[in-house]
């Protein structure tokens, strides 16, 4: 069974930094996309960032300049730097792996950003 265990998140003031971790457990194989989600009350989950498995990235233009996202394919593990917080950056955030044309999703970490 496949697992996504996330952490890093928490409470950071307004150009504070953070960073997430997202580690895949069980047997998984030929991971694809990683993809950090995120979603605020009352709003719809977004992509954040993602990176293809040759290392390819893409960000949703609010966070460009900001957050970097990068792996570690040995540890499968991929990590989410975010910098220059902002209070609307707060939400839930989620990792998401694609590995054989199955999806898996984490349970998300809470990021907070306020003053």
């Known amino acids: 069974q496949v697992r996504l265990v996330e952490s ?6 307004p150009g504070g930094a953070l960073r997430l971790s ?7 194989f030929s991971i694809g ?4 989600y995120r979603q605020a009350p009352g709003k719809e989950r977004e992509l954040v960032a993602t990176i293809s498995s040759g290392g390819s990235t893409n ?3 609010s966070v460009k300049g900001r957050f970097t996202i990068y792996r570690d394919n040995a540890a499968k593990a991929v990590y ?11 939400a839930i955030y989620y990792c ?4 054989r044309g199955l999806t898996y999703w984490g349970q998300g970490t809470q990021v907070t950003v306020s003053s």
């Open 8 to 13: 890093g998140g928490g409470l950071v003031q």
């Open 22 to 28: 997202c580690v895949a457990s069980g047997t998984i």
């Open 33 to 36: 996309a990683m993809t950090w």
């Open 59 to 61: 960000y949703v233009d």
């Open 80 to 90: 989410l730097q975010m910098n220059s917080l902002k209070a609307e950056d707060t």
């Open 96 to 99: 998401n792996v694609i590995s």
